[in-house]
């Protein structure tokens, strides 16, 4: 599980800007203290950063069939273009390409909707027709395929509108262009992996997380992402730089979480993964960690088939042992909860947390990443082995850094009080809510005997980081916060809670379009959070949207209260997800979750549209740069931050282009 960079609505110092375009705002992040690893460390890094690297194409195909298609013809014709880049044409199309970048595809990373193109599709032809034989040849695709197949997929909104649906009512396979089924109905999908489980399996796999899902012959059939399977180009790269990085892992137990996970991209089998996964939990003495495989799945409307991803960090020991209070206290916060008994558990396992620095992001951690990673997925392997949950602390110091003084606070916050809480407590509590969020509220809680790990289908997301970020706030008000010297002060909590019901409430909604309904599982969540909270806090007045010239503001007058309300919902949707009440999840969700009042939405955006800020936040990695003895030794690792957002890119391209355009 993630959690999105979302509580952040942010921006700007100076030298932490990269690039700015459409709503976009692209950051550069330090990594600090990577001087000071040893040689052999050094070297596991650009190991594995190359690892890393060498997935990217995977994500632009499970995004979308011609995504690659796109790229690639526009990385062409941009390199190519020699007219007058201040055009208008010509600066839409920049933007566009720009954006496929942001969202590997064609389709918003956050929204999924498609990319409405600036430019004419008359500059794309003129474009398009000064290019030659052999440069369509290098992006395999031919001048007829792009005007019949992919002018519609650019030009007609019609044409695959949204990456991801999740609207009630629809086959929602049919409704998404995301390309993890081809010529499957959602209820033959659905159909096929029920029978495949078998609800006595006390450690069932993930199933058809690691495939697509194809009809052939009438028959269903899946294709496994492995090598000699989908996607092996780009794997085979994977496990060549994973088979170097296995030679100066830090320990035996980190050589074989690498060594099994080669062998699972081998195979595809998910047990192997599993025991990969496995592996993984219970290293938690190496300084390095990393992710890289198919591992989370919000990107199918059936939540079954993962994206690929890779993250290489190290971690920040200053900052671990606030992570460190938090998981040797488990069992005191599973015990003190304020769910129902039946659903807790008896002993907390193994949940290990900590803080790292991030030295990679890819995949679908880039350009746009995580702020907390809490993995393994698999229920039964949390339950049984614990999971690993990670705050990463130089992005969220980069978001903080980037956000001074653009006036966000001084437009939305009700008054100084609120904004005095914010400035002195906003930055401790959010990474506070971060390690509540990642090392307790997903580890949380039990399902009862029985109940299917899936049993909330499309809303299981939603409801699991509901879960989890009631958890955090629940106790953030607790006095054993102070006690536990994780916060300085009785009052701090409320920075936590009056920015989390703002954001909610209102400020969230500046992400999403005018009309539009929400989508994204974490925007979800914390609209269904607030949207409940205030229902029952408007009638003892613990919360209210009070108005002054206009302008709607948050203004919570009962703290303690809304404390109590938080705790009933938390202890309501854990009884949902431990029961698998899909029914009550469906109507929660749907009746807090999805729907925005427009009134209030259109006044928001008007609002923010006067700070010019941008909604969303993306970076770029520095460039590893080893150095090797006359011997070929590997001596040291240099780290250089002058790359731009374009060059980044375009580099990438050239070095890590690995899938077939058309797979
Ligand atoms: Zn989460």
């Not at 992005?395 to 956000?403: E, G, L, N, P, V």
């Not at 938080?566 to 807090?592: C, M, P």
Request: proline residues 2%; contains cysteine.
């Amino acid at each position: 599980m993630s959690l999105m960079s979302c509580q952040k609505e942010n921006t700007q110092t100076f030298n932490y800007v990269v690039d700015e375009f459409a709503d976009m705002q692209i950051l550069r992040y330090q990594v600090p203290n990577i001087e000071s690893l040893s040689t052999k460390q050094k070297e596991l890094i650009y190991y594995l950063s190359e690892a890393a690297l060498h997935g990217r194409d995977i994500l632009y195909d499970q995004n979308g069939t011609y995504n690659l298609s796109i790229r690639r013809l526009f990385e062409t014709l941009y390199e190519n273009f020699d007219g007058d880049k201040e055009s208008k044409d010509f600066v839409a199309f920049e933007t566009y390409l720009k954006r496929v970048w942001v969202s590997n595809g064609i389709h918003h990373h956050y929204a999924g909707d498609k990319f409405i193109p600036n430019f004419s599709k008359n500059f794309l032809e003129t474009e398009i027709n000064k290019l030659t034989a052999d440069e369509w040849k290098k992006i395999e695709l031919t001048k007829e395929y792009v005007v019949e197949t992919i002018f519609p997929v650019i030009f007609d909104p019609q044409v695959a509108p949204k990456r991801i649906v999740q609207d009630s009512g629809v086959d929602l396979l049919a409704a998404s262009s995301c390309n993890y089924y081809s010529g499957v109905t959602q209820a033959e999908a659905e159909a096929f992996y029920a029978t495949k489980k078998n609800n006595s399996d006390s450690c069932p796999i993930l199933y058809g997380l690691n495939s697509k899902l194809v009809k052939e012959n009438k028959n269903l059939k899946e294709v496994t992402y492995k090598i000699d399977g989908l996607y092996s180009s780009a794997i085979e790269k994977i496990v060549y730089w994973l088979q170097k990085a296995a030679t100066v892992a830090e320990n035996d137990a980190q050589k074989s979480v690498i060594k099994e996970l080669i062998d699972f991209y081998h195979t595809g089998d998910l047990k192997t993964f599993d025991n990969y996964s496995i592996l993984w939990v219970k290293d938690t003495a190496s300084h390095i960690d990393f992710v890289n495989g198919f591992i989370e799945t919000y990107g199918d409307p059936l939540g079954l088939k993962a994206s690929w991803e890779s993250i290489v960090n190290f971690k920040n020991t200053e900052a671990t042992k606030r992570t460190e209070i938090i998981s040797s206290n488990a069992q005191w916060f599973e015990d003190n909860s304020p769910i129902e008994n039946r659903f807790k558990k008896e002993e907390v396992k193994g949940i290990s947390a900590k803080v790292i620095n991030v030295a990679m992001l890819a995949g679908d951690c880039y350009p746009t990443t995580p702020i907390g990673i809490n993995l393994p997925n698999s229920n039964w392997i949390r339950a049984v082995h614990g999971s690993k949950s990670v705050t990463i602390e130089n992005i969220t110091s980069a978001y903080d850094k980037a956000a001074q003084g653009n006036g966000f606070t001084e437009e939305f916050v009700w008054s100084e009080a609120e904004i005095n809480l914010i400035n002195q407590y906003g930055f401790v509590t959010d990474n506070l809510h971060t390690d509540l969020h990642e090392c307790l509220g997903h580890g949380s809680g039990k399902l009862l005997k029985g109940v299917d790990a899936d049993a909330l289908k499309a809303y299981g997301a939603t409801i699991e980081e509901t879960r989890a970020d009631l958890f955090g706030l629940y106790f953030m008000a607790d006095e054993k916060m102070i006690e536990l010297g994780l916060l300085p002060s009785k009052e701090a909590y409320k920075a936590q809670y009056y920015k989390y019901f703002m954001n909610g409430l209102m400020t969230q909604l500046v992400r999403i379009e005018l009309g539009k309904n929400i989508e994204e599982s974490h925007m979800r969540n914390r609209q269904l959070i607030t949207r409940w909270v205030f229902e029952k806090a408007k009638k003892d007045n613990s919360i209210e949207l009070k108005q002054r010239n206009g302008k709607t503001f948050v203004v919570i007058n009962n703290y303690e209260k809304t404390r109590q309300y938080i705790g009933e919902l938390l202890a309501e949707i854990q009884r949902i997800k431990s029961t698998g009440d899909y029914k009550a999840a469906h109507d929660l969700v749907e009746n807090y979750a999805v729907k925005i009042d427009l009134e209030l939405h259109k006044q928001v955006l008007e609002r923010y549209k006067k700070l010019n800020i941008a909604p969303y936040k993306g970076f770029v990695n520095p460039i590893y740069r080893p150095i090797f003895d006359e011997n070929g030794k590997f001596i040291d690792l240099k780290i250089d931050y002058s790359e731009n957002y374009v060059e980044q890119h375009l580099r990438y391209s050239k070095d890590y282009s690995n899938l077939p355009t058309i797979n």
